[in-house]
């Protein structure tokens, strides 16, 4: 593998591929569409640079159409580690499938040819199955509760590995109290992030009753609470890792806006923002 610093993310989103220098921003788009497919790379030729510099897509150093996309136009490109771990029958047959389709092009053409030029037309260039998270994101909650118990709501902020915002989520929870909110806002992170294929995941909370218990390291005396507790254990254990730490309110301030915005929704109802730096 070559020099992280020279690292490069190649993502196809429907017909333009775009090509990333900051993996917190390739993170970001796939919170926001699943669908896009990426290829990490090394040391882009600077020609390849230049013939693609004319092309813009949001975030990325430059970008093409996939049509245009011929043989090592990007250079050797191994499958991305944001991609779900595969098995090793699916792992020969992607491998396979990748060499095939991007290391074949028309035989003896100019990779950096006009793509106005006749070529065959290869529809699955650099098609992969669907992109998850292999990176640890941080998820932030907080519940609110405007007379515990009253008006209440659930808020949740998360993060990509390096601390950028990539997505704000906040629930309507009808009346209830401080701590059911807690409860909801975390299982309502957990249930989004999971919806998102989000496999390693850091939570922060300033709810030390939630994290306490989420731990084990405090019984749940409430029968309530021991439900909510269950369903968020039930939650956890999907995840390939999971860590949960309390911390002060005021290193909590994102996740409480958004509790205090939920506060005013009607019960039910969901609201969501995914950031597109």
Not at 73 to 87: D, E
Not at 159 to 179: C, D, F, K, W
């Amino acid at each position: 593998m070559g020099d992280e610093k020279d690292a490069f993310y190649v993502v196809r989103k429907g017909d333009i591929v775009g090509l990333y220098k900051n993996s917190a921003d390739v993170q970001a788009l796939l919170m926001c569409d699943p669908s896009i497919t990426v290829f990490k790379g090394y040391s882009l030729p600077k020609e390849t640079e230049a013939y693609l510099n004319s092309r813009g897509l949001k975030n990325s150093i430059c970008s093409i159409g996939a049509s245009s996309v011929k043989t090592d136009l990007f250079g050797p490109l191994a499958v991305c580690p944001f991609q779900q771990p595969a098995s090793d029958k699916e792992k020969a047959v992607q491998m396979n499938s990748s060499e095939k389709r991007l290391q074949h092009g028309a035989g003896g053409s100019n990779p950096f040819s006009s793509p106005q030029q006749n070529q065959p037309r290869r529809e699955n260039a650099m098609a992969v199955p669907p992109v998850s998270s292999y990176c640890t994101f941080i998820l932030e909650f907080d519940g609110a509760s405007k007379g515990n118990p009253g008006q209440a709501g659930a808020g949740v902020v998360l993060r990509a590995a390096n601390g950028s915002l990539v997505y704000r989520l906040r629930e309507g929870l009808g009346i209830a109290t401080n701590n059911v909110a807690e409860y909801r806002s975390l299982i309502l992170g957990l249930k989004v992030a999971l919806q998102k294929r989000i496999t390693h995941i850091s939570v922060k909370g300033d709810s030390k009753l939630v994290c306490m218990q989420i731990q084990g390291l405090w019984k749940t005396k409430n029968q309530n609470m021991a439900d909510l507790c269950k369903v968020a254990k039930e939650l956890k254990d999907k995840f390939t890792w999971f860590e949960i730490n309390h911390v002060e309110r005021e290193w909590n301030p994102e996740a409480d806006a958004q509790a205090n915005l939920a506060v005013y929704l009607p019960e039910g109802e969901i609201q969501e923002e995914c950031e597109r730096k």
